[in-house]
């Protein structure tokens, strides 16, 4: 299939891919076919394939930026309640503003790297999920939304593990196990952020704006501190880690 082919079909698939570009998709799609009869059930696994792996990639970035915007969201709502009440807790002040500064550097990273092959799942899916559309049309929708909804989902996972670890590097898990947030522990703090990125709706977020310097920001910068780390128990190591892509190859 030539590329003009294969950006049309995909042009008519539009409303059932979320987030899809034909134009990433295009040339993955034709290439697959190249040499492929497209009614053989080689043409029909390598669509799948094919539009598996930009799939899983869209559905990273979006996981990614989803779980750094739910740690800024987080950590600047806190620090306007601690605001609010007037209290002088220098240790929590430093800690939301080292997970905001934290948060903005990981946001500007990119996502894992995207893996190489598709999930079975989005193969059962293209034969039984869409029976209004041809095989290939319906490898290619199963593939991308699989991919997508796996990527999303790694992403989610990935990113507040490397906020968590960043942060606590940065300042200590010591520094972190002593501190309290809205009157509790910050580490149950951090559960509840973690399990809030990891059960966000799956609608595309918009693009992150990261933080910037202002009057109500210069409010919240931390005061001097030096802690000695020691080890503790992360919130991260409680969450149910997902099934490594790479794994199911």
């Not at 893996?115 to 209004?132: I, K, L, V």
């Amino acid at each position: 299939m030539d590329q003009i082919r294969a950006w049309t079909m995909l042009f008519h698939l539009q409303s059932r891919m979320p987030g899809m570009s034909v134009d990433r998709l295009a040339a993955p799609i034709s290439q697959a076919l190249t040499g492929r009869m497209p009614t053989s059930p080689a043409a029909e696994r390598a669509v799948v394939d094919a539009a598996w792996k930009p799939g899983y990639r869209s559905g990273a970035e979006a996981g990614h930026r989803r779980a750094v915007e739910g740690f800024q969201n987080a950590a600047f709502d806190a620090m306007s309640r601690l605001t609010r009440t007037g209290i002088d807790d220098p240790d929590a002040r430093n800690l939301l503003w080292a997970v905001a500064e934290t948060t903005t550097v990981i946001g500007r990273t990119s996502p894992p790297n995207t893996p190489g092959r598709a999930r079975e799942s989005a193969h059962a899916a293209a034969r039984t999920d869409y029976p209004d559309l041809s095989p290939i049309a319906a490898g290619v929708v199963a593939g991308w939304n699989h991919g997508q909804r796996q990527g999303r989902q790694d992403a989610r996972h990935s990113t507040s593990q490397a906020v968590y670890a960043a942060l606590a590097k940065k300042i200590g898990e010591h520094q972190i196990s002593r501190t309290q947030i809205d009157g509790r522990p910050a580490v149950d703090w951090f559960v509840d952020v973690i399990g809030g990125v990891l059960k966000a709706p799956p609608e595309e977020p918009t693009l992150p704006s990261f933080p910037v310097a202002s009057a109500v920001a210069a409010a919240f910068r931390p005061f001097p501190v030096s802690h000695t780390a020691a080890p503790t128990v992360s919130p991260v190591a409680s969450v149910p880690q997902p099934a490594s892509p790479w794994r199911s190859r």
